[in-house]
């Protein structure tokens, strides 16, 4: 079974920056298009952005030119940048196949705050 384990996640200023890492396991990851999501308290999940087995990229507006996603498939991970954080960026946040499968990693809390 796909197994997603997500890290990097802290505490951080606003305008600072964090680099989170999601390890997949249990797939052929090279094939697999792969989204990243977020979810902050009393919110539903939502899509932050994307990155397909080619590389290519596509991100929500609300991160776009901030957050970058690229993918290592020799470790199997992919990875989001996250540039100039906003108090409203915090969520825990979580990746997934896409479209996603049944299964959630426990995801890692992002908290932007002074």
């Known amino acids: 079974q796909v197994q997603f384990v997500e890290s990097g996640g802290g505490l951080v200023q606003p305008g600072g920056s964090l680099r989170l890492s999601c390890a997949v396991s249990?797939?052929?990851?090279?094939?697999?298009?792969m989204d990243w999501y977020r979810q902050a308290p009393g919110n539903k999940r939502e899509w932050v952005g994307g990155?397909?087995?080619?590389?290519?990229?596509n991100y929500e507006d609300f991160v776009k030119c901030r957050f970058t996603i690229s993918r290592d498939n020799t470790k199997n991970t992919v990875a989001l940048q996250m540039n100039s954080l906003k108090a409203e960026d915090t969520a825990v946040y979580y990746c997934n196949t896409h479209p996603p499968s049944g299964r959630w990693g426990q995801g890692t809390q992002v908290t932007v705050s002074s």
């Open positions: 249990g797939i052929f990851f090279s094939v697999h298009d």
């Open positions: 990155i397909i087995s080619s590389g290519r990229t």
